[in-house]
Protein backbone atom coordinates (compact mmCIF):
# COMPACT_ATOMS: atom_id res chain seq x y z
CA UNK A 1 0.00 0.00 0.00
CA UNK A 2 1.13 3.31 -1.29
CA UNK A 3 2.04 5.49 2.04
CA UNK A 4 0.88 9.21 2.09
CA UNK A 5 1.40 10.56 5.59
CA UNK A 6 4.53 10.23 7.39
CA UNK A 7 4.32 10.79 11.18
CA UNK A 8 7.03 11.16 13.46
CA UNK A 9 7.26 11.19 17.22
CA UNK A 10 9.83 13.93 18.93
CA UNK A 11 11.64 12.62 21.82
CA UNK A 12 14.33 9.96 20.68
CA UNK A 13 13.06 10.08 17.48
CA UNK A 14 13.98 13.41 16.25
CA UNK A 15 15.96 14.65 18.83
CA UNK A 16 17.16 13.02 22.05
CA UNK A 17 15.78 14.60 24.97
CA UNK A 18 15.13 11.13 26.93
CA UNK A 19 18.09 11.54 28.56
CA UNK A 20 16.68 15.31 29.18
CA UNK A 21 13.33 13.71 30.93
CA UNK A 22 15.51 11.22 32.32
CA UNK A 23 17.79 13.69 34.50
CA UNK A 24 14.70 15.50 35.87
CA UNK A 25 12.98 12.11 37.18
CA UNK A 26 15.88 11.14 38.98
CA UNK A 27 16.59 14.26 40.97
CA UNK A 28 12.99 14.38 41.98
CA UNK A 29 13.26 10.89 42.94
CA UNK A 30 16.97 11.35 44.54
CA UNK A 31 15.23 14.22 46.17
CA UNK A 32 12.50 11.77 47.47
CA UNK A 33 15.11 9.39 48.80
CA UNK A 34 15.51 6.33 46.59
CA UNK A 35 17.79 6.11 43.09
CA UNK A 36 15.54 5.75 39.74
CA UNK A 37 17.93 3.70 36.91
CA UNK A 38 18.00 3.97 33.27
CA UNK A 39 16.18 0.30 32.79
CA UNK A 40 13.27 2.03 34.85
CA UNK A 41 13.06 5.40 32.04
CA UNK A 42 12.50 2.65 29.50
CA UNK A 43 8.77 2.65 30.71
CA UNK A 44 8.60 6.14 30.72
CA UNK A 45 9.47 6.89 26.88
CA UNK A 46 6.37 7.77 25.17
CA UNK A 47 4.15 7.89 28.21
CA UNK A 48 2.61 11.28 30.02
CA UNK A 49 3.69 13.17 32.41
CA UNK A 50 1.34 12.64 34.53
CA UNK A 51 1.88 8.63 34.16
CA UNK A 52 5.53 9.27 34.11
CA UNK A 53 4.82 10.48 38.08
CA UNK A 54 2.71 7.93 38.85
CA UNK A 55 4.92 5.52 37.99
CA UNK A 56 7.85 6.92 39.56
CA UNK A 57 5.97 7.17 43.10
CA UNK A 58 4.98 3.86 42.57
CA UNK A 59 8.93 2.74 42.27
CA UNK A 60 10.02 4.94 45.50
CA UNK A 61 6.89 3.39 47.16
CA UNK A 62 5.47 7.03 48.46
CA UNK A 63 1.86 8.31 48.44
CA UNK A 64 0.96 11.68 47.62
CA UNK A 65 -1.67 14.25 48.30
CA UNK A 66 -3.31 15.70 45.37
CA UNK A 67 -1.26 18.99 45.78
CA UNK A 68 1.40 17.47 46.88
CA UNK A 69 1.79 15.60 43.23
CA UNK A 70 0.81 18.64 40.98
CA UNK A 71 3.72 20.39 42.65
CA UNK A 72 6.03 17.37 41.39
CA UNK A 73 4.86 17.76 38.12
CA UNK A 74 5.59 21.30 38.39
CA UNK A 75 9.06 20.82 39.50
CA UNK A 76 9.96 18.19 37.16
CA UNK A 77 8.93 20.16 34.29
CA UNK A 78 11.04 23.22 35.69
CA UNK A 79 14.17 21.43 35.52
CA UNK A 80 13.02 19.61 32.14
CA UNK A 81 12.76 22.55 31.46
CA UNK A 82 16.04 24.37 32.04
CA UNK A 83 18.06 21.07 30.95
CA UNK A 84 16.09 21.80 27.39
CA UNK A 85 17.15 25.80 27.44
CA UNK A 86 19.85 25.65 25.48
CA UNK A 87 19.12 22.86 22.86
CA UNK A 88 20.03 23.62 19.27
CA UNK A 89 20.02 22.05 16.01
CA UNK A 90 23.08 20.15 16.81
CA UNK A 91 20.89 17.89 19.15
CA UNK A 92 18.35 16.70 16.29
CA UNK A 93 19.53 12.71 15.70
CA UNK A 94 22.10 11.94 13.01
CA UNK A 95 20.22 11.69 9.13
CA UNK A 96 16.64 13.48 10.55
CA UNK A 97 16.48 16.11 8.23
CA UNK A 98 17.74 13.83 5.21
CA UNK A 99 14.98 12.03 5.87
CA UNK A 100 12.98 15.39 6.34
CA UNK A 101 14.41 16.95 3.26
CA UNK A 102 13.44 13.43 0.66
CA UNK A 103 9.96 13.69 2.29
CA UNK A 104 9.55 17.56 1.13
CA UNK A 105 11.07 16.98 -1.92
CA UNK A 106 8.12 14.45 -3.09
CA UNK A 107 5.47 16.56 -1.47
CA UNK A 108 4.50 14.29 1.63
CA UNK A 109 2.57 15.94 4.44
CA UNK A 110 4.11 15.17 7.32
CA UNK A 111 3.03 15.62 11.44
CA UNK A 112 4.60 15.32 14.61
CA UNK A 113 2.54 12.89 17.06
CA UNK A 114 4.23 13.82 20.40
CA UNK A 115 2.75 13.42 24.00
CA UNK A 116 4.93 15.96 24.95
CA UNK A 117 3.89 19.12 26.29
CA UNK A 118 6.77 20.79 25.44
CA UNK A 119 6.90 19.45 21.88
CA UNK A 120 6.04 23.13 19.60
CA UNK A 121 9.29 24.90 21.68
CA UNK A 122 11.39 22.05 21.29
CA UNK A 123 10.71 21.97 17.43
CA UNK A 124 11.57 25.77 17.40
CA UNK A 125 15.02 25.44 19.09
CA UNK A 126 15.55 23.08 16.73
CA UNK A 127 14.62 25.21 13.61
CA UNK A 128 12.40 21.99 12.38
CA UNK A 129 8.52 23.61 12.96
CA UNK A 130 8.46 24.68 9.14
CA UNK A 131 8.73 20.49 7.64
CA UNK A 132 5.48 20.01 9.81
CA UNK A 133 2.27 20.32 7.95
CA UNK A 134 0.16 19.15 11.30
CA UNK A 135 1.62 19.24 15.04
CA UNK A 136 -0.48 16.81 17.25
CA UNK A 137 1.23 17.30 21.21
CA UNK A 138 0.48 16.72 24.79
CA UNK A 139 -1.52 20.02 25.11
CA UNK A 140 -4.21 18.29 22.44
CA UNK A 141 -4.83 14.33 23.57
CA UNK A 142 -6.81 13.24 26.09
CA UNK A 143 -5.81 9.63 25.81
CA UNK A 144 -1.83 8.68 25.78
CA UNK A 145 -0.01 6.14 23.93
CA UNK A 146 -0.85 3.54 23.06
CA UNK A 147 -4.26 4.64 22.37
CA UNK A 148 -3.70 5.70 18.82
CA UNK A 149 -5.86 8.90 19.39
CA UNK A 150 -2.57 10.85 18.84
CA UNK A 151 -2.24 9.78 15.20
CA UNK A 152 -5.56 9.36 14.13
CA UNK A 153 -5.67 12.93 15.20
CA UNK A 154 -2.44 13.83 13.01
CA UNK A 155 -4.06 11.64 10.07
CA UNK A 156 -6.96 13.37 10.10
CA UNK A 157 -5.24 17.05 10.47
CA UNK A 158 -3.03 16.15 7.22
CA UNK A 159 -5.79 14.59 4.95
CA UNK A 160 -4.52 10.98 4.96
CA UNK A 161 -6.28 7.91 5.65
CA UNK A 162 -4.65 6.21 8.64
CA UNK A 163 -3.32 3.03 7.03
CA UNK A 164 -1.73 5.06 4.07
CA UNK A 165 0.42 6.46 7.12
CA UNK A 166 3.58 5.64 8.59
CA UNK A 167 4.86 6.65 11.86
CA UNK A 168 8.51 6.67 13.43
CA UNK A 169 8.59 6.02 16.84
CA UNK A 170 11.20 4.97 19.74
CA UNK A 171 8.29 3.69 22.32
CA UNK A 172 6.87 0.43 23.24
CA UNK A 173 3.52 2.09 23.46
CA UNK A 174 4.28 4.18 20.19
CA UNK A 175 4.70 1.14 18.30
CA UNK A 176 1.46 -0.38 19.85
CA UNK A 177 -0.05 3.11 19.46
CA UNK A 178 0.51 3.26 15.42
CA UNK A 179 0.09 -0.46 15.16
CA UNK A 180 -3.71 0.30 17.15
CA UNK A 181 -4.50 3.23 14.56
CA UNK A 182 -4.02 0.21 11.56
CA UNK A 183 -0.72 2.41 10.32
CA UNK A 184 2.51 0.92 9.62
CA UNK A 185 5.02 0.99 12.90
CA UNK A 186 8.74 2.35 12.01
CA UNK A 187 10.82 1.39 14.83
CA UNK A 188 13.67 3.70 15.75
CA UNK A 189 16.08 1.94 18.43
CA UNK A 190 16.82 -1.70 19.29
CA UNK A 191 14.78 -4.78 17.80
CA UNK A 192 14.75 -6.36 21.03
CA UNK A 193 12.84 -3.82 22.56
CA UNK A 194 10.55 -2.87 19.51
CA UNK A 195 9.71 -5.84 18.51
CA UNK A 196 5.94 -5.20 17.52
CA UNK A 197 7.67 -2.65 14.94
CA UNK A 198 6.81 -3.84 11.47
CA UNK A 199 10.52 -2.29 10.64
CA UNK A 200 13.12 -1.32 12.58
CA UNK A 201 16.10 1.01 12.35
CA UNK A 202 18.93 1.47 15.08
CA UNK A 203 18.60 5.58 13.50
CA UNK A 204 17.56 7.03 10.80
CA UNK A 205 21.22 6.74 9.14
CA UNK A 206 19.98 3.22 8.56
CA UNK A 207 17.06 4.35 6.28
CA UNK A 208 17.74 5.04 2.71
CA UNK A 209 16.29 6.48 -0.12
CA UNK A 210 15.60 3.36 -1.94
CA UNK A 211 13.37 1.77 1.40
CA UNK A 212 11.28 5.52 1.69
CA UNK A 213 10.81 5.18 -2.39
CA UNK A 214 9.54 1.53 -2.23
CA UNK A 215 6.88 2.86 0.58
CA UNK A 216 5.58 6.01 -1.20
CA UNK A 217 5.28 4.07 -4.54
C1 LIG B 1 7.10 11.82 25.56
C2 LIG B 1 8.31 11.28 26.29
O1 LIG B 1 7.44 12.19 24.26
O2 LIG B 1 6.57 12.95 26.25
C3 LIG B 1 7.96 10.97 27.72
O3 LIG B 1 8.77 10.11 25.63
C4 LIG B 1 7.38 12.22 28.39
O4 LIG B 1 9.08 10.51 28.41
C5 LIG B 1 6.17 12.71 27.59
O5 LIG B 1 7.00 11.95 29.72
C6 LIG B 1 5.55 13.97 28.17
O6 LIG B 1 6.45 15.04 28.04
P1 LIG B 1 6.29 16.47 28.69
O7 LIG B 1 7.33 17.30 27.97
O8 LIG B 1 4.91 16.95 28.41
O9 LIG B 1 6.56 16.32 30.15
MG1 LIG C 1 9.59 8.99 21.92
Redesign the pocket.
Known amino acids: MKKTGFIF????VIVDT?KY?YLAWRKLANELGFEFTQGQNEQ??????KR?LEILLEIGNIKASQEQFNRWLIEK?ED?LSLIEKMDESEILPDVQKVLQFLRKYHIPMALG?????ARPILEKVNLTDYFKVIVD?TQVTKAKPDPEVFLLAAEQMGVRPKECVVFED?VAGIEAANNAGMLSIGIGEKKVLSEAKFVFANFTEIDDKFLKRLIG
Open positions: DLDGAHFKGVSRCNYSASKNGA
